[in-house]
């Protein structure tokens, strides 16, 4: 196994057990004692309660309880004020350290409460703060330190061939890292009006996106990120430390996975289809804040990176279908599969990138959950997508729970609803891959965004297919 992120804190999931939330025989709750809590919320207590009433499964019931308030439970290690203002770390679980995709992921399940709770409006100021600080620290980063001055302590990042400022916990360059924090700020301010977060250090980070996805487009070469590793595994390090080469055509070169994992080809299609979205979500949120310039380049560049994909971003299958790529070269070299990992092809309509009624979409998610992607993989126990960063015949419970957040088949919600239930292998809780035949076998037993990401779809269940939370699953 690679030296990453999965091997940090081993049992770190042994959490203390308190009274079931709601009345589910044979199932003790998993969540930490209320005083050890790092962060309670009166609306998502509420939430939990609520949504708990319309389960009728009692392990699917006992899976909420534990998994929805898992981030809020466990990875909130400080909500303190920085210069008079809101500052939260959000750790992934497992590592503690903060991933600026994994963090804007994990708060997302809360969103629609966070009016409903001063407290949790607050934690959301305090994230999208402590990023913007972040990024200014390193705009190529995808982990941080919780003291911005701390040399990272990730022992397979301590040797890295890169520039490593204080504050950094590890630096793979990926475009969702940079998406994901657009899309925190710009949701929140959607969700309740406030712009106060948004103040000239939130608008120099949001200058830093624009700057490094325009460095990243490479017209001019390269730019000035570099990264190498010395690992095992060639998905940890960069060919001559800036990855293979790619023809410059108005799509961003990223040099990693959301997975951690190094790109084959840099132009990375689901990763620009979502800098295009968040660019134009970073250009509203401006117009609101009074910086009609960031607008009007964010703007513009997402027309360029939306141009460029449309020419590119798409192959043909050997079946003659024609489907987005996952990454493509612009030299006319393309590779179709899918990692679990968001932003994923399966995950385009989920993260608001195209219409989930779109004909190319369509073909695309089909041909994922296929063997046409050799990451796709169908045992006893789950069905679904995996990748690289965990090899073959391990699936991804995150791949089931994207594919039906996207879904109002009833057929297909209980069909992923049961496989999720039987992929936890007794711990009630979510991991990172899962054996197709063997839900014992698992990575992660700490794995936050995950266990958030299976409450975000028992709540968009509840909202519209309750009639399924009323089943009982084999």
């Keep these: 196994m690679t030296p990453n992120r999965r091997q940090w804190m081993a049992g770190a999931a042994a959490l203390a057990a308190t009274p079931a939330f709601a009345a589910a025989p044979g199932f003790i709750s998993k969540r930490p004692a209320v005083a050890d809590r790092r962060f309670v919320s009166k609306a ?18 006992w899976m909420f309880g534990n998994c929805y308030p898992n981030t809020l439970d466990t990875t909130v290690l400080s909500l303190g004020e920085v210069n ?20 804007a992921a ?31 620290i390193d705009p190529y980063a995808n982990a941080f330190m919780q003291d911005p001055n701390a040399r990272t302590n990730l022992g397979w990042a301590l040797k890295d061939d890169t520039e490593m400022k204080p504050g950094v916990a590890e630096r793979k360059w990926e475009i969702d890292s940079l998406c994901y924090a657009i899309r925190l700020a710009h ?20 200058r830093a996106i624009v700057r490094t996805f325009r460095e990243q487009q490479r017209k ?25 080469p790619t023809r410059p055509n108005g799509m961003i070169h990223s040099g990693f996975r959301p997975s951690d994992d190094a790109c084959l080809y840099g132009q990375f299609v689901p990763a620009n289809l979502f800098a295009m979205t968040t660019l134009r979500e970073l250009a509203a949120l401006s117009s609101a804040v009074g910086d009609a310039a960031l607008a009007q380049d964010a703007t513009a560049l997402a027309a360029e990176v939306e141009t460029a994909l449309k020419q590119f971003g798409t192959m043909t299958l050997p079946t003659g279908e024609r489907v987005w790529a996952y990454e493509v070269d612009g030299y006319g070299n393309a590779v179709f599969m899918d990692d679990a990992n968001v932003p994923s092809l399966s995950g385009l309509a989920y993260l608001r990138c195209v219409d989930a009624a779109d004909p ?11 063997t046409a992607n050799p990451w796709y993989f169908e045992g006893r126990a ?41 992929s936890h292998g007794g711990t009630g809780f979510i991991h990172e891959g899962v054996d197709i035949d063997d839900p014992a076998k698992f990575t992660r037993d700490w794995f936050a965004w995950a266990n958030g990401l299976f409450g975000e779809l028992i709540v968009h269940i509840a909202a519209t297919r309750p009639q399924v939370l009323r089943e009982t699953f084999a």
């Design 106 to 136: 994990q708060l997302r399940p809360y969103l629609h409460l966070v009016t409903r709770d001063p407290a949790l409006g607050r934690l959301f100021r305090g994230l999208i703060g402590r990023q913007a600080r972040s990024i200014l």
């Design 44 to 61: 998502v207590e509420a939430e939990i309660t609520r949504i708990a009433r319309m389960i009728a499964d009692p392990e699917l019931r």
């Design 187 to 206: 949701d929140y301010w959607r969700e309740t009006g406030d712009t106060t977060p948004f103040d000239a250090e939130w608008k120099a980070s949001a």
């Design 360 to 370: 190319l979409w369509r073909r695309t998610v089909a041909a994922c959950w296929s």
């Design 84 to 103: 008079g203002r809101p500052d939260a770390f959000v750790i992934t679980g497992d590592i503690p350290c903060l991933w600026l995709r994994d963090s």
């Design 220 to 244: 001019d070469g390269p730019g000035p990120y570099r990264f190498r590793r010395s690992a095992p595994e060639p998905t940890e390090t960069l060919y001559r430390g800036t990855g293979l």
């Design 382 to 422: 789950i069905t679904g997508i995996g990748g690289p960063h965990t090899g073959p015949d391990q699936v991804w419970p995150m791949s089931v729970i994207t594919r039906a957040l996207t879904s109002t088949d009833p057929a297909l919600l209980r069909d992923s609803l049961a496989m999720i239930r039987r």
